[in-house]
């Protein structure tokens, strides 16, 4: 979770001046990307500090699971396997 959320500052021309800026794991970080890695425990956040959905996730929207792509690619290893 982002502690001490910071919002970006702009000057009067509507210029990123700073980062979006939050703690996470007690250590300050830059939140200026569209996708922020904690370097600690490796939590995604958006650039107004919320928690991302963990990357095993990213594909159930459409209805692949990484598992499902994962157990296919070892199918196919193993077929390769037994052919030689
Ligand atoms: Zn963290």
Do not use: H, V
């Not at 007690?26 to 958006?46: H, I, P, Q, V, W």
């Not at 963990?54 to 396997?81: F, N, V």
Request: proline share 2%; aromatic share 6%.
């Amino acid at each position: 979770m982002i502690k001490n959320f910071t919002r970006s500052e702009c000057d009067e021309n509507g210029r990123r001046i700073t980062p979006s800026e939050g703690e996470c794991c007690g250590e300050k970080m830059s939140l200026g990307n569209f996708t922020n890695t904690c370097r600690n425990c490796g939590a995604d956040y958006n650039s107004a500090g919320q928690l991302l959905a963990p990357r095993e996730q990213w594909g159930e929207e459409t209805g692949e699971s990484l598992s499902d792509i994962l157990s296919i690619d070892y199918a196919d290893t193993d077929d390769l396997l037994e052919g030689n």
